[in-house]
């Protein structure tokens, strides 16, 4: 029986340890945070878990919120411009969105339960050596730390050197859900966007927004803003931002009600896209396979982070059951497994975070008049790799619309 | 609907064929000789299907001959030396040999009743590109021809510069079938294989006697001693070299029925293990995929060529069904979903013609003591994939047999 360890205890780290726990596979996981810190701490991200993701925790047995109570099931996009366009598109399973201080904690606690070994404590450049010795893999998903420097960026997939959005996003009171019950993608051209994504946090069910400023772009202060300075002026701007670039939205918010959920309940920051190689030898032999944020850190735009990184973490997982050594062909088979859907996820959102071609364009056009092809594309946010190959060329979109009966404009 | 232009109308070429066509997608298949001179020609091979391939007939309605009564079960190896080896593996899922001078034209047949264009005619290097200018995508899977030398040749797949075995095939009355019903793996150290296959042909059940002769070695002399000048010399000879090489086939040959079934029943001839690049842009933007001989030439040794080139078949065709375009994007997804099966039958086939290494001796030994790792061996020529990951190094070979409770020699 392998020993494994894993560097992180995020989504990825914690669904590789459960699904490893579940045929007795002992693990390690390695974390600077203890579950109580998490959950007491500062808003972690506003991240959808799509329906492949789900099925993988009802493998797991910690389906703890489900999706039929706490999901939802479509897209309701919203296009500004000269003449804005409005489509929804439906889902065939439904996502979810839970807080990550209440479901990281939870499934660390589950982890521990099914006899894995959590170890607290930051590991450093020193340590590595040591870890490693100790295992027969070391699987790294912290997107910082010692072992994430390991991996070399792969310029190929990281066309960025600078963030391409100047993130804010918060828990707010306020906001009366979409109907039907939707994450609502609104795009202000020019300035960026908002996701709109009903969320289940510590105060129940309550509105995420993530706004996804362009920087320089109208909405870009909303990343420097600082609440806790003059809580009134933060939301006062927040509001008057959502009325002037994202006004589905806004119809839906009472201004009376409107506020953050709590001081804690927002993040503001940046980052830049960013693939790296897929594994890494150790000193002393050990290979290092990189996974979630330490192999891809995808802007949270189209909430393919987590799902790739859960995606990575199950093909990783199966395939430390079913091979025999952990050696450069093993993880060169992983790099290949799992390169469809964690790469297409890099790819089409970089494609998105740039300013979008013609034939992005005539695909939102043609969704707003063809309700099949804006429901194929919103059941693609679970299946990135076919998204990616709809949306990486022109001549392919058009061949995707003729398939619905349309004609790319 | 894309039209699919094919080269080559054997295994690969009529499987991609015919799924196509299930699909009512325009399909022509091009190839230099009509189904009746296949019909009447020379043995071409004596290549056994395994189950996935039988699966995939089963799945076209081409199962004409049911493996129940055409197929067989079982492997059984002799491994001379001073100790000789002989132990069985069993297929937990049958296979068999069907002569491909019946399997073939029947096939083309049904290709045809089926919608499928074949046109016959060797084509040229001047007619690449008017081929390439009437489809959306040109799948190559002759081994010789014009398009085939599209494809570069892949050092780092193609160890071999010259033939590792000197070959010599042919059907025979005279031998009763082993029992339980099964291909006899007879190894002579140092001068190379006998592959015992029951084959159906025009003659009904006979026997193939796969000679797989290392050059210079004393068997060598089969792959050149010509039939039609001395029919008894050969028949002589042959008899007396499985009476000192491969024992165990000749305790079950009748000399006085000993006899090649008819003199176009042989072939003769080398080939030197080749792995070429997956796919090349043809004048005019087409693209062409290698699939089958022109993208692996791998040696009879392990039967795995006809199997992989339906594999590479099927994985084209559903990529074709479900993709959006034919451009690079599609060739590099195909590339990455069939190198698992074929990188690996050819890798375990390159292995497993070089002097053995170490691990390989013991893995032999092993599976001479433990039936449940000769099993899996076996069940394994259906997955060469899972194979190559037994054997590729002596560290895998020793968690295999640990898996299955032996040490590794």
Chains 1, 2 share one sequence.
């Not at 500004?80 to 399973?93: E, I």
């Not at 109208?218 to 003059?230: F, N, V």
Request: proline share 7%; glycine share 10%; net charge negative.
């Amino acid at each position: 029986m392998p020993n494994i360890g894993i560097v992180g205890a995020g989504v990825a780290g914690l669904h590789l340890g459960l699904l490893l726990r579940k045929h007795d596979v002992p693990v390690t996981i390695y974390t600077d945070k203890t579950p109580q810190q998490i959950a007491a701490g500062r808003l972690l991200n506003s991240v959808a878990h799509h329906a492949p993701t789900l099925e993988r925790e009802r493998h797991l047995g910690v389906d703890f919120w489900p999706v039929e109570e706490y999901g939802y099931t479509c897209h309701h996009h919203y296009v500004g411009g000269s003449g804005p366009l409005r489509f929804r598109g439906d889902f065939s399973r439904g996502s979810s969105a839970i807080d990550y201080r209440l479901y990281l904690p939870k499934l660390t606690e589950v982890f521990q339960q099914r006899g894995g070994d959590l170890r607290i404590g930051a590991l450093r450049t020193e340590d590595v050596e040591g870890v490693a010795g100790q295992h027969d893999l070391v699987v790294v998903s912290a997107g910082r730390g010692a072992f994430t420097s390991l991996f070399p960026r792969r310029p190929e997939y990281s066309p960025f050197e600078a963030p391409q959005r100047r993130l804010c996003v918060g828990l707010y009171h306020g906001v009366t859900p979409s109907e039907p019950k939707g994450v609502t993608i609104s795009m202000s051209p020019g300035h960026g966007e908002l996701l709109e994504i009903p969320m289940f946090s510590r105060e129940g069910h309550v509105t995420a927004l993530l706004f996804e400023n362009i920087p320089g772009g109208d909405l870009a202060i909303l990343a420097d803003l600082k609440y806790d300075d003059d809580p009134a002026l933060f939301t006062k701007t927040v509001l008057s931002k959502v009325a002037q670039h994202h006004p589905d939205t806004f119809e839906r918010i009472d201004p009376a009600q409107f506020r953050l959920t709590s001081p804690q309940d927002l993040l503001q920051g940046a980052l830049v896209p960013t693939v790296r190689a897929d594994y890494a030898e150790l000193p002393g032999g050990t290979f290092a396979l990189a996974a979630g944020d330490a192999h891809a850190v995808v802007d949270p735009l189209l909430g393919q982070g987590a799902n790739s990184a859960s995606h990575s973490a199950w093909v990783i997982g199966r395939a430390i059951l079913d091979d025999l050594g952990f050696d450069e062909m093993f993880c060169q088979r992983v790099a290949k497994l799992r390169s469809d859907v964690v790469l297409s996820a890099a790819q089409w959102t970089n494609l998105m975070l740039q300013p979008p071609p013609a034939h992005l364009l005539g695909l939102m056009g043609a969704m707003n008049e063809n309700k099949a092809a804006a429901d194929e594309f919103t059941d693609n946010f679970d299946y990135p790799d076919r998204q990616w190959r709809i949306v990486a060329t022109a001549d392919r979109t058009r061949a995707f619309l003729a398939k619905h009966g349309t004609v790319l404009p």
